[in-house]
């Protein structure tokens, strides 16, 4: 008998065991990560396709209630970008952050900020927003919509340039418009005039005045406190009165009201995206941010929108908008990562067997 052959013949058994187990994992790799769709990355391209059905929506609703849009400021069309100056503008506005924020995957970002801050399907979030970003507000209703989340949102409705400053298209008409057609049923739970104390002292009179009727036809509560440390106060107990004993897991900050910013300058620290605040100032200068912090609750900032693009690599002032799902963003949950675990830990455990069986077989030749 020719041994040497025996053994060659083997030896290339052996290796075209381990090369097989080794090919049917490297397949199994390539293709179980695409069928089983990360599910926080299906959910983030849900809220985006949401929020892009929403603006469409508005933008419709916005032409026929005859208030053109500016295709010069709003590149995009969106119907999402205000004016330069109105009765109703509180303070200065960055044009081109207002554009940025039109983009849909914004609604995907806010999915995966807050279900790093821990939230869950089923759980209640509060949200304190300007009218200065009302694609941002679209945002975080469609991420509830997608999450299965319950927002309970307070908004003051004066807005810095370029927000939600047209007197023709106030943040109420778009929140009335998306409820009436049924894309989010979820109206603010209050609504404040904005701007400097919370009352407007930066508006003129009448742009005052028009948004204060206008907040009373709407039926919802009427928040109006200048004091810092009773607007918080009353804040928090809407927040709690609205959750119905149940936990708030999340608040979510959308543009720089005074409310939510406060009084100290040690909310300039304060990083867009989930933020870390561990350096309190005085109660009577606590916005929400930090009243809501120094109760753990998780705070997303969504403020200094450039930092926050660059952050999550979304686009700066893009045009055209990208589509839902097209975004550096999904990098950051593009596989399934316990799905590569099992078959990595699949692949290690036959080919020790394998190893272990050949050993086994050699033995006993």
């Known amino acids: 008998m020719d041994y040497t052959r ?15 187990i080794s090919i049917v994992f490297f397949i199994a790799a390539r293709i179980f990560p695409v069928r089983g769709l990360n599910p926080l990355k299906k959910e983030m391209v849900e809220a985006s396709q949401l929020m892009a059905q929403a603006a469409e929506i508005l933008r419709t609703c916005r032409e026929a209630n005859g208030v053109p849009i500016d295709r010069t400021n709003d ?10 100056f109105s009765s109703i503008t509180t303070s200065v506005g960055q044009l081109d952050a207002k554009r940025t924020s039109a983009d849909p995957n914004f609604a995907g970002l806010l999915v995966y900020l807050l279900r790093k801050a821990g939230v869950r399907n089923g759980d209640v979030i509060a949200v304190g927003a300007s009218g200065s970003f009302p694609a941002l507000i679209t945002a975080v209703l469609a991420a509830s919509k997608a999450m299965e989340i319950k927002p309970l949102i307070i908004c003051s409705i004066g807005a810095s340039q370029w927000g939600a400053n047209n007197p023709d298209f106030l943040l109420l008409d778009m929140q009335r418009c998306l409820a009436e057609q049924g894309i989010f049923s979820t109206l603010p739970i209050a609504y404040s005039l904005g701007g ?14 028009k948004l204060a009727q206008e907040i009373r036809k709407s039926g919802v509560l009427f928040l109006s406190e200048p004091d810092l440390e009773k607007n918080v106060a009353w804040r928090i107990k809407l927040y709690q009165k609205g959750a119905d004993l149940s936990p708030i ?11 939510n910013m406060g009084t100290d300058s040690r909310i300039l620290e304060v990083k867009p995206g989930l933020a870390h605040i561990v350096d309190f100032p005085p109660v009577e200068k606590q916005g929400m941010i ?4 120094a109760k753990n609750v998780p705070v997303i900032h969504c403020l200094f929108i450039k930092g926050l693009a660059r952050k999550y690599g979304l686009e700066w002032d893009p045009s055209p908008l990208p589509e839902p799902g097209e975004s550096r963003l999904y990098s950051l949950v593009a596989g399934d990562k316990k799905i590569f675990l099992l078959i ?8 020790f067997l394998a190893a272990l069986f050949i050993k086994t077989a050699d033995s006993l030749t």
């Open 290 to 293: 930090f009243a809501m912090a």
């Open 249 to 259: 897991r999340a608040f979510v900050n959308i543009g720089g009201s005074w409310a």
């Open 6 to 20: 025996a053994g060659a013949g083997t030896k290339s058994v052996r290796i075209y065991v381990l090369l097989s």
């Open 196 to 209: 400097n104390k919370d009352i407007g002292e930066d508006m003129s009179e009448p742009g005052r005045e």
């Open 75 to 84: 590149i995009n069309a969106t119907g999402l970008i205000g004016v330069e």
């Open 344 to 351: 990595a830990a699949g692949y290690f455990v036959c080919i």
